[in-house]
């Protein structure tokens, strides 16, 4: 193409080459995304068969600290799925607006926020996580793997509408029968 000829004087068939390229791209792009997707799938499985196997409650929410964030995730609707739960996952894990999942017990509605933390989770993040509740009109489960301390406890008191699940609660999702 030569400077200054314009756009119009391209051939339909170079246009077509074109409109092929990109959706090309995108569908390399959409099909990573779902591999990464049945990757962090595949790897929860493996993380919810090997939780029983670890000696004691303190070695498992080690390990649980330690595992990629989105497994973790992964991990938190593979288990309510093993239980008979509908669940519904979310199509991207970065840029989720703080809704990691959802989950619906006995015809309700929870939104599920997932924190895989080694220190204590951030009153910030219980607040915004409340926010989108209230704003969507249903319950929700915060869920973290690591420490509630007391400004977290009042936020969460602020927010009725969310439950906590952490430390036993949280292992008892995860193992339905911890030795």
Request: aromatic residues 8%; charged residues 20%.
């Amino acid at each position: 193409m030569r400077p200054g000829l314009p756009l119009e004087s391209l051939g339909p068939l170079v246009w077509w080459l074109l409109l092929l390229g990109v959706l090309s791209w995108i569908a390399l792009l959409m099909g990573a995304n779902v591999s990464r997707h049945r990757r962090y799938q595949r790897q929860a499985q493996r993380i919810l068969d090997r939780l029983p196997q670890l000696a004691g409650d303190g070695q498992r929410l080690t390990y649980l600290r330690k595992i990629n964030p989105y497994v973790f995730e992964e991990l938190l609707l593979t288990a309510f799925a093993r239980q008979g739960y509908r669940i519904q996952r979310n199509r991207h894990y970065s840029g989720d607006g703080g809704l990691d999942g959802q989950v619906w017990i006995d015809g309700q509605r929870y939104l599920i926020q997932a924190k895989r933390y080694a220190r204590a989770i951030t009153p910030t993040h219980v607040a915004e996580f409340g926010a989108l509740v209230r704003r969507e009109g249903c319950r929700g489960l915060f869920v973290h793997t690591g420490r509630t301390g007391t400004k977290s406890r009042a936020a969460l008191a602020s927010f009725p509408e969310i439950e906590l699940l952490s430390g036993q609660r949280l292992l008892a999702l995860l193992i339905k029968d911890i030795p």
